[in-house]
T-cell receptor, first 114, second 111 residues
Framework: GAVVSQHPSWVICKSGTSVKIECRSLDFQATTMFWYRQFPKQSLMLMATSNEGSKATYEQGVEKDKFLINHASLTLSTLTVTSAHPEDSSFYIC??????????FGPGTRLTVT | QKEVEQDPGPLSVPEGAIVSLNCTYS??????FMWYRQYSRKGPELLMY????GNKEDGRFTAQVDKSSKYISLFIRDSQPSDSATYLC???????????FGGGTRVLVKP
């Protein structure tokens, strides 16, 4: 069964509003989680590394103030897209390493900004 | 040049055939290797993970890693139409670290 969950699976919001996406590890603790973005027919693009108890690390070109990440506990990381615009519409996926070798992904959240 | 190269396909095979997928990488710092399967509008599903060079088998799947050649492969035996998906190779430089992905290979298994 699933080991990483995401909520919501699909969200539609109006331009200018903020949207929060949750990522949970279900049967293990994750001090680190990762957030990716995926456009149609493209591979995953890493946005940021979420660290429990400290600030997230963002990849080059990702706006920290627009994509707020909070790793609230050892099983929960949240991504908030602030002041969303249509160009932020995408598929957002989180992942968490369960062991040194295994990294599991959530089912993804489809964000549509109108 | 991308750090991880993967043929985008599409790769079309008849049902029951062996699917052969591969990735090459340029950075010898990569130590952990994974293969994922992704269906449209779904999150990637972990299929195989390996650390050392050599072969690893799990059911219909065999993963190969050749660190000296910087080349990894995934073989799917007795392919089924349900195996039609995009296959992504991924690798990291340290345990539990961020993954670098290949571009993905689209596979179509025809009944």
């Amino acid at each position: 069964g699933a080991v990483v969950s995401q909520h919501p699976s699909w969200v539609i919001c109006k331009s200018g509003t903020s949207v929060k996406i949750e990522c949970r590890s279900l049967d293990f603790q994750a001090t680190t989680m990762f957030w990716y973005r995926q456009f149609p027919k493209q591979s995953l693009m890493l946005m940021a590394t979420s660290n429990e108890g400290s600030k997230a690390t963002y990849e080059q070109g990702v706006e920290k103030d627009k994509f707020l990440i909070n790793h609230a506990s050892l099983t929960l990381s949240t991504l908030t897209v602030t002041s969303a615009h249509p160009e932020d519409s995408s598929f957002y996926i989180c992942s968490a390493p369960r062991t040194d070798y295994e990294q599991y992904f959530g089912p993804g959240t489809r964000l549509t900004v109108t | 040049q991308k750090e991880v190269e993967q043929d985008p396909g599409p790769l079309s095979v008849p049902e029951g055939a062996i699917v052969s997928l591969n990735c090459t990488y340029s950075n010898s710092a990569f130590q952990y290797f994974m293969w994922y399967r992704q269906y449209s509008r779904k999150g990637p599903e972990l299929l195989m993970y390996t650390y050392s060079s050599g072969n690893k088998e799990d059911g219909r799947f065999t993963a190969q890693v050749d660190k000296s050649s910087k080349y990894i492969s995934l073989f799917i035996r007795d392919s089924q139409p349900s195996d039609s998906a995009t296959y992504l190779c991924a690798m990291s430089k340290a345990a539990g670290n961020k993954l670098t992905f290949g571009g993905g290979t689209r596979v179509l298994v025809k009944p």
